[in-house]
């Protein structure tokens, strides 16, 4: 069992750090005060490959693995977890769906360019009565015939989209039916922005992230061509299942990267920062909280990076996904949060980036599924039962 980051990985987490330095870390306090997204950044990343990481080569990616992904979401959110959210929700639930379900037509229409960074990408699944319980979708798509198989007619929206108003292909869910249970048929179609009935509605003010855009979507009597329904009728939740289980190791890396950056913060403020003549770093009621949050974070990082790597070797990640999804956000909660105690009064105010970083942690106990969630997909499959 070799732990050690191969020569690849280590060449790309060195590569993002300079970059991140150098080009991002000196933008961030702009962007954040403006609530702007940051357009320039991101249309730097695709040239460098790092919004198709884990996609082949031919579906326009740079044939990395998921590893690789997982170490550029952490390394990204440990500096702007703003653009960490982005690059995530981009990667895994714009260019997923397209990655598991799309047919080589639109594979090369959509995925290619997503993957290349020259389009960004959205996924559309939350809706305002239908969050955990994304089964409850409402949004319809009613099938009307014609030439080339007719089309969709989709009415409905859909709320706390990541990248909303900045994607150029979105990937959206919508009922098309009712099986014989009475439950919902939930299919997937591709939508183009310019898509005629479709628009993009009120973009949320947000606890943190504030430099990511996350907004409403409506369709209002919205044609989308039959070509563009995503994998067979009545697939979408299996796809949105799947790709659920890849976004959680997505979280959990951004959710690491956050706390990494909470603990690189307290480390350096708690060996300079002088009280009763020595570092305060020096007292036990400190030190025990680094301690803490160095112990946790090394133990979230082994457990996103072994998530990963199980989906890396083509053998079944979803409990791993699930726990490490679940562990590093709380450690972020936590890590975040004893930040700003040990950096007292001053990790109140904005100079010291720490309350930054507690604000965007909360995120990564909700988005992909809530806390309460993942306990509940753990248990079921420890458990190996399922209550109705």
């Not at 706390?259 to 305060?280: K, N, V």
């Not at 803490?292 to 990963?308: C, G, L």
């Not at 699930?322 to 930040?339: G, H």
Request: glycine letters at 12%; charged letters at 25%; a negative charge.
């Amino acid at each position: 069992m070799d732990l050690d980051l191969s020569p690849e990985h280590s060449l790309l987490r060195d590569t993002l750090r300079d970059f991140l330095a150098n080009e991002v870390a000196p933008v961030i306090d702009e962007h954040e005060r403006a609530r702007r997204f940051p357009t320039e950044v991101v249309s730097k990343l695709g040239p460098m490959g790092l919004l198709g990481i884990p996609y082949p080569e031919e579906e326009g990616g740079a044939g990395l693995d998921t590893l690789a992904y997982a170490i550029a979401v952490e390394e990204i959110s440990r500096v702007w977890g703003s653009l960490g959210i982005i690059v995530a929700a981009h990667t895994s639930l714009g260019c997923g769906p397209l990655h598991v379900a799309g047919t080589p037509e639109q594979k090369e229409r959509y995925l290619v360019p997503m993957a290349q960074g020259k389009v960004i990408g959205a996924y559309g699944l939350t809706e305002p009565e239908a969050g955990s319980d994304s089964g409850g979708t409402r949004t319809t798509a009613t099938h009307q015939g014609g030439p080339d198989g007719g089309v969709w007619i989709l009415n409905g929206g859909k709320r706390f989209i990541t990248n909303a108003g900045q994607a150029g292909t979105y990937v959206v869910t919508a009922r098309t039916g009712t099986r014989e249970d009475g439950s919902a048929e939930i299919s997937a179609f591709i939508l183009d922005a310019d898509t005629p009935g479709f628009k993009v509605g009120r973009l949320e003010e947000k606890m943190g992230l504030h430099a990511s855009a996350t907004g409403e979507l409506f369709f209002e009597d919205c044609c989308v061509p039959a070509n563009q329904m995503l994998g067979p009728r009545g697939g979408g939740w299996r796809t949105f299942l799947q790709i659920l289980d890849g976004g959680r190791i997505s979280i959990g890396a951004m959710a690491l990267g956050l706390a990494q950056a909470a603990l690189d913060a307290s480390t350096i403020y708690a060996r300079e920062r002088r009280q009763f003549g020595r570092p305060i770093g020096s007292f036990q009621g400190v030190a025990f909280m680094v301690a803490d949050m160095a112990t946790d974070v090394e133990a979230a990082r082994q457990m996103v990076y072994r998530a990963a790597w199980l989906k890396d070797q083509g053998r079944d990640y979803g409990l791993a996904a699930a726990q490490a999804k679940l562990f590093a956000s709380e450690v972020s909660k936590r890590a975040t949060n004893d930040a700003i105690q040990v950096h007292g009064g001053y990790g109140y105010i904005e100079e010291y980036k720490v309350e930054r970083y507690l604000r965007d942690a909360k995120l990564t106990e909700l988005g992909e599924g809530t806390s309460q969630i993942q306990r509940l997909v753990i248990g079921r499959k420890v458990l190996d039962l399922r209550v109705v």
